[in-house]
């Protein structure tokens, strides 16, 4: 097992993603059982229970990979809004996937963009990741807006338990540059 270490806080602009604490549950909890949240989540909205038992995974998850997914706080107000961070899917379990999940008071001002950015610049960056992957369903097309502006494009479809996922997929830019710049180069 791949053991890597990223910041437990990191800052942007209008956020803070960090580290989750027991005080956070009763607004994940409140989060993972909106509707409008979860409608293009597998499953459905979830119990006070089925929210526990994520969020425990999520620890473990840190507790085993040394990164996961983060707590997302408005630096507004210091609510809770969701989360943002990088896991492994069971879907596409050779990637790391990119994901994010917030309250609906807070979309539609580009925060899980901004977030998502910097965790796409840690996961390129100090994780050295080769490539990244999010998951989702077609009709969500607020995620798919999402990949599309981390720049990344649609790269397979995977059938897992009853769904059929829609998968996207980004490499570091610096990955991009080499080809052309090599074209340039022969120019
Ligand atoms: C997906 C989600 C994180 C997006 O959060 P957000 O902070 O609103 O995202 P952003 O503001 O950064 O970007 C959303 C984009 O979707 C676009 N959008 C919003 N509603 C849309 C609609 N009905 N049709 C098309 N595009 C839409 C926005 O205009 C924006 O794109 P733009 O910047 O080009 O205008 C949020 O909606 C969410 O948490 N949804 C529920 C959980 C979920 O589905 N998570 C993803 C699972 S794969």
Redesign the pocket.
Known sequence: MRLLRVPARLTTPRLVLRTWRAEDRPAFTALNADP??????MGTPMSQAESDQLAERIDEHWQERGYGLYAVELRSTGELA?F?GLHQHLAVPQEVEI??????S?????????G?MAVRDLAYGQLRLRSLI????AA???????M??LGMTYWRQVRFQEWLLTVYRGIPDAMTDTPSQAREGAR
């Open positions: 409008m949240v979860m409608e293009h989540i969701g943002i994901g994010w999940r917030l309250a609906p807070a979309w539609g001002r580009g925060l899980a963009t901004e998502a999010a998951i989702t369903v969500n097309v607020r995620s798919v807006r999402v599309e502006k």
